[in-house]
């Protein structure tokens, strides 16, 4: 079963830390890897998209990376801030556009 | 957010009443979805359409009814409400050009008691 899993399930960090979430996945045909951010209250909101030969993609502060020999993705937010706070989606796509989503990262950034 | 548009926001009903939850956008994509959200859980497809004469089932279409209205409405039925249908619900849009994409609403929080 395709699958895709997400850590840590949830995150606290002190505002202008870094941190990296994970996503490992067992989806096959893959097409591409989306991570969207969702704010409480709000429709998810793609970041960035890497397809099988991009190993790394930045969006400002936020950058992910692709391995897809091993299927795992991060997503390192540098800097936080109070505006990072949110649930971060990993959502993977098999060749048809059928999209599968794991359960997400809440993060939380405290002052 | 805007460009898809869902209504309402929050929905409190009973067990057994017949609920719809309305979707609209106005991206002139093709594509567009329904999907639920459960704590702890990923987003979850329940009905799609990739055109006004086309709907698909999803994973977990049990208990939902949709119906495409036109290109830029589509919504969701359901047909005699349960508690465990008590979720936050989401609608999509997409264009396969932008490789698989979506664009979602602002989500309707439906509690069934």
């Known amino acids: 079963k395709n699958q895709v899993e997400q850590s840590p399930q949830s995150l606290i960090i002190l505002e202008g830390k870094n941190c990296t979430l994970q996503?490992?996945?067992?989806?096959?045909?893959?097409?591409?890897l989306r991570w969207y951010k969702q704010d409480t209250g709000r429709g998810p909101v793609s970041l960035t998209i890497m397809t099988f030969s991009e190993n790394t993609k930045s969006n400002g502060r936020y950058t992910a990376t692709l391995d897809a020999d091993t299927k795992q993705s991060s997503l390192h937010i540098t800097a936080s801030q109070l505006s990072d706070s949110a649930s971060y989606i990993c959502v993977v796509s098999e060749f048809g556009n059928k999209l599968v989503f794991g359960a997400g990262t809440i993060l939380r950034v405290k002052s | 957010d805007a460009d898809v548009t869902q209504t309402p926001r929050n929905r409190i009903t009973k067990t057994g009443k017949r609920i719809m939850l309305e979707c609209s956008q106005t991206k002139g994509h093709d594509r567009m979805y329904w999907y639920r959200q459960d704590p702890g859980l990923g987003l979850r497809l329940i009905y799609y359409?990739?055109?006004?004469?086309?709907?698909n089932k999803g994973e977990i279409s049990d208990g939902y009814s949709v119906s495409r209205q036109a290109q830029a409405k589509f919504s969701l039925s359901l047909e005699s409400a349960i508690p465990n249908q008590t979720a936050l619900y989401f609608c999509?849009?997409?264009?396969?050009?932008?490789?698989?994409?979506?664009?979602f609403g602002p989500g309707t929080r439906l509690t069934v008691l």
């Open positions: 359409s990739f055109d006004v004469k086309d709907i």
């Open positions: 999509a849009t997409s264009d396969p050009g932008r490789g698989g994409e979506q664009f």
């Open positions: 996503c490992n996945y067992t989806v096959s045909p893959f097409s591409n």
